[in-house]
């Protein structure tokens, strides 16, 4: 069974650093673009950060870029995101997921798998 699982949430004061994993199973993710994003309470779910099939390229959302960091390893079918300098509007359920069709990012393209995500929540 394919799956992807998101660890490292938690609760953090504002300016605090927290990292998420995201791990997949049940086949390679290695050949394929992964993505981070979050849905906050009351909102629609938002595009957070992407990463290509090698890591060459990486993408972030104008609200988190310069705080956040995306990264993989493909020996471990991992997927991280370094949040660092985090608000209170961070505050999310923020999901792993992956596009299988594309190696790389494309822009409001569906995503094939979703994790069942990680509570990040950020204190004021």
Do not use: H
Not at 4 to 22: D, F, K, M, T, W
Not at 83 to 112: E, G
Request: hydrophobic letters at 35%; a positive charge.
């Amino acid at each position: 069974q394919v799956q992807l699982v998101e660890s490292g949430g938690g609760l953090v004061q504002a300016g605090g650093s927290l990292r998420l994993s995201c791990a997949a199973s049940g086949r390679t993710f290695s050949s394929y673009a992964m993505g981070w994003f979050r849905q906050a309470p009351g909102k629609e779910r938002e595009f957070v950060a992407a990463i290509s099939w090698n890591g060459g390229s990486t993408y972030y959302a104008d609200s988190v870029k310069g705080r956040f960091a995306i990264s993989r390893d493909n020996a471990k079918n991992t997927v991280y995101l370094q949040m660092n300098s985090l608000k209170p509007q961070d505050t999310a359920v923020y999901y792993c997921a992956a596009d299988l069709r594309y190696s790389d990012y494309v822009p409001n393209n569906d995503m094939d798998i979703w994790g069942k995500g990680a509570l990040v929540t950020v204190s004021s």
